[in-house]
């Protein structure tokens, strides 16, 4: 079993930048892919970004791309969110996720979820 750690959310105010990162449990994060997901209040959840085992690959979500990055260090089992240019219709939860398989085709296309989840942090960002 895989436990995940979200920290670094808060309250911004628009256009300014956080990061978030989210620790992983156990020896086994070089072999977990890794994704950010977010859930605004009302709203489904929808995927923020991904990125594979050694980072060779790293996809976004069209609304994020461009002014957030994805990246990870396997040495300290973490997994980061840089977000810039922070938009009011960011605010949300935003949970790391995590499956040893690779099928982002379908985590993008929401018909298939990760398997090991963290509960979240929130980030609020003020217009």
Known sequence: QVQLVESGGGLVQAGDSLRLSCVASGDTFSTLHMGWFRQA????????????????????????????TISRDNAQ?????????????????????????????????????MRYWGKGTLVTVSS
């Open 77 to 113: 089992n973490t997994v980061y969110l840089q977000m810039n240019s922070l938009k009011p219709e960011d605010t949300a939860v935003y949970s790391c996720a995590a499956d040893p398989g690779w099928a982002a085709m379908n985590w993008f296309r929401g018909v298939a979820t």
């Open 41 to 68: 209040p009302g709203k489904e959840r929808e995927i923020v970004a991904v990125i594979s085992t050694t980072s060779t690959t790293t996809l976004y979500a069209d609304s994020v791309r461009g002014r957030f």
